[in-house]
């Protein structure tokens, strides 16, 4: 409860003092953003807000460094990457994808650079007085200016932000391994997803949306390329000598076009969606729609549970969360092993190796603590709110089931379930929070008194 | 939580230099025991600053070529091929099989009293033989045998998947098959394949990249459910057998061969495993190299691995 009126209140902020100051006067606002990306979290959120309450008081933050990307330390710490070995990540990217002031797109990368470039660095106005820097005005406070989902304002949040990075989104019109369409980005832009703190940002122009959406994209590919290339140093050879190569092949057609292309096939994969079956009744559809949720074919059952209140399955996570317990686990599995050694019978050699593992894990478990949230189970759908987070039409639900959500654990209904049969639990979901003691009927008005 | 404490100071004193956060983590840590670790714990890390003058470089480089459509091909290449096979053996104790939490659809996964075990580490008490490790060629050459048509298949009954672990090759149709009276789902990790599979019922699923290191295949509605599934594109993998063999048929012969060795609970990094073997040189990444004959058919013998390289 207190998180989401956390995120109202920033985000009312921060639409409202853009919309009454002037252009110039936004520059303190412009400023506590800056301070967001390279200060820690919570420290910055404080930054912020007193910048929005007082605007003046922002003017006493002075000058700060030029924004920079955050490294996902955490997979560098789970790949055991060197300083130098990050350092040459951090580099490739900058030469790849510019910073968060000036990015750049190379043309492999598909990208709108004009759009970036509105959307992109600090908040200001250009001198038409056209509003740039969108990202950080509306979303790196939750978001995070590297697209990591570790805004200051994230903790607060649940669920989380998405975190852009591995480039796996959950509500899109494509198939589950697929990428989301630009138009998908557009509508989640548009309406919000409805039961998170993701609002509606349908006061925007078309392009300033459009403008977003592709710097998620942008952000998107480059962390994206940041994993590939952090993966990528246990695939080196010996002869490599633990650095990457930097040339086109590498850099460019092994690690930078596989991701823009799946990004391009995107367009391509939108999920074929037959029209709902109209000769059957209403009613019919919607019990053989409860069959199969209770049954063992679509087995809806098991996570959304008898009750379809989304307890059946409460102790599964996300994708983004599960690398953050796994990484838990490899810790604490490390730190008790390394207890149980004893250096007494140990020779030199192997007492520095003792020691860099310890050094490893005390890095690794650093980052988790500051890089990285603590991890949150994900809770099935509660079917009866009739709140659905990537959109409420029956087209909508028609997707999900069909799809799964790639990156929680819903599987996909394609292929097992008939399309017909998806539409069957696609309308008895729909009845679900309007279903009174399990039965539904025109002939038997609902008293609400009596429901409670 | 003691040692814990001593552990990371301990390390404090051997590592050099330190960030500005440690000094804080390090004393107040070691001092309040473990508390002020969580606490410190949560400043954010930042790693290295990129070389800005580097990166204006490598792109301008990146920009001003264009993708040299032949590369010099140096790797020499041989005629032929060749057999690889051994075994693996554990030589420390596996301990007592660990039975798993069972408590969704009882029924079926419990039915008659049957009880699932953890398979992670799997030793045959007759010849010691290690199964489940995972052996496959990095960078072929040359393939012999072009990609199966046939479906590979991937099953799962009593609330388990058959195989602990599972090779396949890249284009060639996997049938993900559910013998179950009861529904499953199977997730493939880092293929974006979660799929319904309801009771006895099956659907193909077709590999289009490379896993690298296996990866884990599991069953969201059933949580004790999990293995492990490597694609390889040239289908050069194999999974050791009960007790403990391996053989992969049909190898580029008259070249550099290199392999990697994996196995789920290795204390190597990511799984890899790292051997010493007197003829046969592995590295810290699990890998060894070697060079087969046309024709031959090598034998490794028994590789042993030793009790330590198995997490416990």
Same mark, same amino acid.
């Given at each position: 409860?207190?998180?989401?009126?956390?995120?109202?209140?920033?985000?009312?902020?921060?639409?409202?003092?853009?919309?009454?100051?002037?252009?110039?006067?936004?520059?303190?606002?412009? %400023?506590?953003?800056?301070?967001?990306?390279?200060?820690?979290?919570?420290?910055?959120?404080?930054?912020?807000?007193?910048?929005?309450? &007082?605007?003046?008081?922002?003017?006493?933050?002075?000058?700060?460094?030029?924004?920079?990307?955050?490294?996902?330390?955490?997979?560098?710490?789970?790949?055991?990457?060197?300083?130098?070995?990050?350092?040459?990540?951090?580099?490739?990217?900058?030469?790849?994808?510019?910073?968060?002031?000036?990015?750049?797109?190379?043309?492999?990368?598909?990208?709108?650079?004009?759009?970036?470039?509105?959307?992109?660095?600090?908040?200001? @106005?250009?001198?038409?007085?056209?509003?740039?820097?969108?990202?950080?005005?509306?979303?790196?406070?939750?978001?995070?200016?590297?697209?990591?989902? %570790?805004?200051?304002?994230?903790?607060?949040?649940?669920?989380?932000?998405?975190?852009?990075?591995?480039?796996?989104?959950?509500?899109? @019109?494509?198939?589950?391994?697929?990428?989301?369409?630009?138009?998908?980005?557009?509508?989640?832009?548009?309406?919000?997803?409805?039961?998170?703190?993701?609002?509606?940002?349908?006061?925007?122009?078309?392009?300033? &949306?459009?403008?977003?959406?592709?710097?998620?994209?942008?952000?998107?590919?480059?962390?994206?390329?940041?994993?590939?290339?952090?993966?990528?140093?246990?695939?080196?050879?010996?002869?490599?000598?633990?650095?990457?190569?930097?040339?086109?092949?590498?850099? &460019?057609?092994? &690690?930078?076009?596989?991701?823009?292309?799946?990004?391009?096939?995107?367009?391509?994969?939108?999920?074929?969606?037959?029209?709902?079956?109209?000769?059957?009744?209403?009613?019919?559809?919607?019990?053989?729609?409860?069959?199969?949720?209770?049954?063992?074919?679509?087995?809806?059952?098991?996570?959304?549970?008898?009750?379809?209140?989304?307890?059946?399955?409460?102790?599964?996570?996300?994708?983004?969360?599960?690398?953050?317990?796994?990484?838990?686990?490899?810790?604490?599995?490390?730190?008790?092993?390394?207890?149980?050694?004893?250096?007494?019978? %140990?020779?030199?050699?192997?007492?520095?190796?003792?020691?860099?593992?310890?050094?490893?894990?005390?890095?690794?478990?650093?980052?988790?603590?500051?890089?990285?949230?603590?991890?949150?189970?994900?809770?099935?759908?509660?079917?009866?709110?009739?709140?659905?987070?990537?959109? %409420?039409?029956?087209?909508?639900?028609?997707?999900?089931?069909?799809?799964?959500?790639?990156?929680?654990?819903?599987?996909?209904?394609?292929?097992?379930?008939?399309?017909?049969?998806?539409?069957?639990?696609?309308?008895?979901?729909?009845?679900?929070?309007?279903?009174?003691?399990?039965?539904?009927?025109?002939?038997?008005?609902?008293?609400?008194?009596?429901?409670? | 939580?003691?040692?814990?404490?001593?552990?990371?100071?301990?390390?404090?004193?051997?590592?050099?230099?330190?960030?500005?956060?440690?000094?804080?983590?390090?004393?107040?840590?070691?001092?309040?025991?473990?508390?002020?670790?969580?606490?410190?714990?949560?400043?954010?890390?930042?790693?290295?600053?990129?070389?800005?003058?580097?990166?204006?470089?490598?792109?301008?480089?990146?920009?001003?070529?264009?993708?040299?459509?032949?590369?010099?091909?140096?790797?020499?290449?041989?005629?032929?091929?060749?057999?690889?096979?051994?075994?693996?053996?554990?030589?420390?104790?596996?301990?007592?099989?660990?039975?798993?939490?069972?408590?969704?659809?009882?029924?079926?996964?419990?039915?008659?009293?049957?009880?699932?075990?953890?398979?992670?580490?799997?030793?045959?008490?007759?010849?010691?033989?290690?199964?489940?490790?995972?052996?496959?060629?990095?960078?072929?050459?040359?393939?012999?045998?072009?990609?199966?048509?046939?479906?590979?298949?991937?099953?799962?009954?009593?609330?388990?998947?058959?195989?602990?672990?599972?090779?396949?090759?890249?284009?060639?149709?996997?049938?993900?098959?559910?013998?179950?009276?009861?529904?499953?789902?199977?997730?493939?990790?880092?293929?974006?394949?979660?799929?319904?599979?309801?009771?006895?019922?099956?659907?193909?699923?077709?590999?289009?990249?490379?896993?690298?290191?296996?990866?884990?295949?599991?069953?969201?509605?059933?949580?004790?459910?999990?293995?492990?599934?490597?694609?390889?594109?040239?289908?050069?993998?194999?999974?050791?057998?009960?007790?403990?063999?391996?053989?992969?048929?049909?190898?580029?012969?008259?070249?550099?061969?290199?392999?990697?060795?994996?196995?789920?609970?290795?204390?190597?990094?990511?799984?890899?495993?790292?051997?010493?073997?007197?003829?046969?040189?592995?590295?810290?990444?699990?890998?060894?190299?070697?060079?087969?004959?046309?024709?031959?058919?090598?034998?490794?013998?028994?590789?042993?691995?030793?009790?330590?390289?198995?997490?416990?």
């Amino acid at each position: 409860m207190f998180e989401r009126e956390y995120v109202t209140v920033t985000n009312f902020a921060a639409q409202a003092g853009m919309m009454t100051l002037p252009g110039d006067l936004s520059e303190p606002l412009a %400023m506590g953003c800056r301070r967001v990306r390279d200060r820690r979290g919570h420290v910055c959120w404080l930054g912020m807000a007193a910048a929005l309450l &007082i605007p003046l008081v922002g003017a006493g933050c002075g000058q700060t460094a030029a924004a920079s990307y955050r490294l996902n330390l955490v997979e560098s710490a789970k790949q055991r990457l060197r300083p130098e070995q990050e350092q040459q990540v951090a580099t490739i990217l900058a030469a790849l994808f510019g910073t968060p002031d000036e990015p750049v797109a190379l043309a492999e990368c598909g990208l709108d650079e004009s759009k970036l470039k509105l959307a992109a660095g600090p908040v200001r @106005s250009d001198i038409v007085g056209r509003k740039n820097g969108l990202y950080r005005e509306h979303c790196a406070h939750c978001h995070g200016v590297t697209g990591d989902g %570790m805004g200051p304002t994230a903790a607060f949040l649940n669920p989380y932000p998405r975190d852009y990075r591995p480039g796996v989104f959950k509500f899109k @019109s494509t198939e589950r391994a697929d990428k989301p369409t630009h138009a998908d980005l557009v509508m989640v832009l548009r309406n919000g997803l409805a039961g998170s703190s993701m609002p509606s940002f349908a006061l925007l122009s078309d392009a300033k &949306i459009d403008a977003l959406a592709e710097y998620v994209k942008y952000l998107s590919i480059r962390g994206e390329v940041e994993l590939a290339l952090m993966r990528a140093f246990f695939e080196l050879d010996d002869e490599d000598q633990g650095r990457l190569p930097d040339d086109r092949e590498f850099l &460019i057609d092994e &690690i930078l076009l596989p991701v823009v292309e799946s990004w391009q096939a995107a367009e391509e994969a939108l999920i074929d969606v037959p029209e709902m079956p109209t000769d059957i009744d209403l009613a019919d559809s919607i019990a053989k729609g409860r069959e199969l949720y209770h049954g063992n074919k679509a087995n809806c059952v098991k996570c959304h549970g008898v009750t379809a209140l989304g307890d059946g399955q409460v102790n599964d996570y996300d994708d983004w969360n599960k690398v953050v317990v796994q990484a838990h686990t490899t810790v604490q599995g490390g730190l008790e092993r390394a207890g149980e050694t004893s250096t007494w019978e %140990m020779d030199a050699d192997e007492v520095a190796e003792h020691r860099a593992e310890l050094a490893w894990l005390d890095r690794y478990e650093s980052v988790l603590g500051g890089n990285a949230l603590p991890p949150r189970t994900i809770r099935p759908r509660n079917l009866r709110q009739g709140i659905y987070r990537g959109g %409420m039409r029956p087209l909508d639900l028609y997707y999900r089931i069909h799809a799964g959500i790639n990156g929680a654990p819903m599987p996909a209904a394609k292929g097992t379930v008939p399309p017909e049969d998806i539409w069957h639990i696609v309308n008895y979901i729909r009845s679900l929070p309007y279903d009174f003691n399990g039965t539904l009927g025109a002939d038997k008005p609902m008293v609400a008194r009596d429901r409670l | 939580m003691m040692t814990r404490t001593l552990l990371i100071f301990s390390q404090r004193l051997s590592v050099a230099p330190r960030p500005r956060w440690v000094g804080c983590l390090g004393l107040a840590g070691s001092v309040v025991v473990g508390l002020a670790a969580a606490g410190c714990g949560s400043a954010v890390v930042s790693g290295p600053s990129p070389d800005f003058e580097v990166a204006r470089a490598l792109r301008d480089k990146l920009g001003a070529s264009t993708s040299e459509t032949e590369t010099a091909d140096t790797a020499p290449q041989g005629i032929g091929w060749a057999t690889l096979k051994g075994r693996f053996v554990f030589s420390g104790s596996p301990g007592a099989a660990i039975a798993l939490v069972v408590d969704k659809d009882t029924q079926v996964c419990s039915k008659d009293g049957m009880k699932l075990y953890d398979r992670s580490l799997l030793v045959d008490e007759s010849t010691k033989g290690l199964a489940n490790v995972v052996l496959f060629l990095r960078n072929s050459s040359r393939v012999k045998s072009e990609v199966p048509t046939e479906s590979l298949l991937l099953d799962q009954e009593n609330c388990e998947f058959l195989a602990p672990v599972f090779a396949g090759r890249v284009g060639q149709p996997i049938d993900v098959k559910n013998s179950d009276p009861i529904g499953h789902n199977t997730n493939i990790a880092g293929t974006s394949f979660n799929q319904l599979i309801p009771a006895g019922e099956s659907t193909i699923f077709t590999p289009a990249r490379e896993t690298g290191l296996p990866v884990t295949v599991t069953c969201n509605i059933h949580p004790w459910m999990k293995a492990y599934a490597v694609f390889r594109e040239d289908g050069y993998v194999a999974v050791s057998a009960a007790d403990g063999s391996f053989t992969i048929p049909d190898l580029p012969a008259g070249e550099p061969l290199e392999f990697q060795v994996w196995h789920e609970r290795s204390t190597g990094r990511s799984g890899a495993v790292s051997l010493e073997q007197p003829d046969l040189k592995w590295n810290a990444k699990g890998r060894f190299k070697i060079e087969l004959k046309a024709d031959e058919v090598r034998d490794l013998g028994t590789l042993e691995v030793p009790a330590d390289a198995i997490k416990g």
